[in-house]
């Protein structure tokens, strides 16, 4: 079972101060990985600060937006110094806007791109060359149901998912050569702080509709946990999956495969 082990490995998880990259994170620091982390606000490397700490991790972290070319790269080349290569990325930082697409702004739309795609191009060129120059890495995108489907109001976070289950290919095609695979988790639906707002109770106590659907349209009848992709990550983390690259690892309960609980 060493296969599974990421001992002396060094994980760099953007976005990872709570929810999905939390938990990711976590399992890696299980395996016996060095977690490396960044947050685009002083709020939420504070959190990741004490939220490490209460999990008994040693974490590094990192004020850093992916989106800012210019603050990766001085974040890896820090990383490089005084930690190691960076042996994992998990592209996972992200946002979601829900907005009619009639109703968004072009502004707003590209701000989702450019969070949710741009920023793991940024963040994956940066850590290419070294895993290169060391001959293995492994990048895991953090994709979603919108790889694969659209629904109404995330037009922008759909055309973002659905582009990053490309770019999960075209790095796969373009490096694996260098035995750098690179792969995608896409989570169902989860229960996290960006999902909260399609959870939250009505007034009468009742379920929110959407949260009614979700469990309608999920086999498992049930949201996913952040704790649900730690298996997932690990496995495409490890030397377990070097022989997989450029798949969409979906952990979603059964989702895609699903027509849905006749009402
Ligand atoms: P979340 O709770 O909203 O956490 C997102 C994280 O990304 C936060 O730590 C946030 O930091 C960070 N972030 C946002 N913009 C950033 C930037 N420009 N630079 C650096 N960090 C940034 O989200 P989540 O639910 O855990 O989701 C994590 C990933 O999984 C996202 O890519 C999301 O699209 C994807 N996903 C989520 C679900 C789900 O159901 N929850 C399902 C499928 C896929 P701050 O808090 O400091 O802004
Ligand atoms: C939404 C949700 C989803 C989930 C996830 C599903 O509004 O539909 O936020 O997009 O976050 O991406 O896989």
């Known amino acids: 079972m060493d296969m599974f082990s990421l001992e002396g490995k060094v994980a760099l998880v953007t976005g990872a101060v709570y929810g999905i990259g939390m938990a990711i994170a976590r399992a890696f620091a299980a395996a016996g ?7 685009n606000s002083e709020d939420g490397l504070r959190m990741g600060e004490e939220n490490y700490k209460k999990y008994g991790i040693d974490a590094k972290g990192y004020l850093c937006d992916v989106t800012k070319e210019e603050e990766v790269k001085a974040m890896v080349e820090d990383i490089e110094k005084t930690v190691g290569t960076i042996d994992i990325l998990v592209n996972n930082a992200g946002i979601i806007k829900r907005i009619p697409m009639t109703e968004m702004k072009a502004e707003e739309f590209r701000q989702v791109i450019d969070i949710d795609l741009v920023g793991p191009f940024i963040c ?5 060359p070294s895993m290169i120059k060391k001959g293995a890495g492994k990048i895991i995108n953090i994709c979603s149901m919108m790889s694969e489907l659209g629904r109404e109001t995330v037009s922008a976070y759909a055309a973002a998912k659905g582009g990053l289950k490309m770019l999960t290919r075209n790095i796969c095609s373009e490096y694996g050569e260098y035995n750098i ?3 995608g988790i896409g989570p169902g639906y989860i229960a996290t702080p960006q999902t909260a707002p399609l959870r939250e109770r009505q007034a009468d106590g009742s379920r929110h509709p959407f949260d009614s659907f979700i469990i309608a349209k999920t086999p498992a009848a049930r949201w996913g946990t952040p704790e649900d992709l730690m298996g997932p990550a690990v496995f495409l983390a490890s030397k377990a999956s070097d022989f997989v690259n450029g798949h969409v690892l979906y952990v979603d309960g059964g989702i895609l495969a699903y027509i849905g609980k006749q009402p």
């Open 33 to 39: 990985a060095k977690i490396v982390y960044n947050t």
């Open 124 to 128: 994956s060129k940066a850590v290419i």
């Open 181 to 183: 695979q690179c792969n």
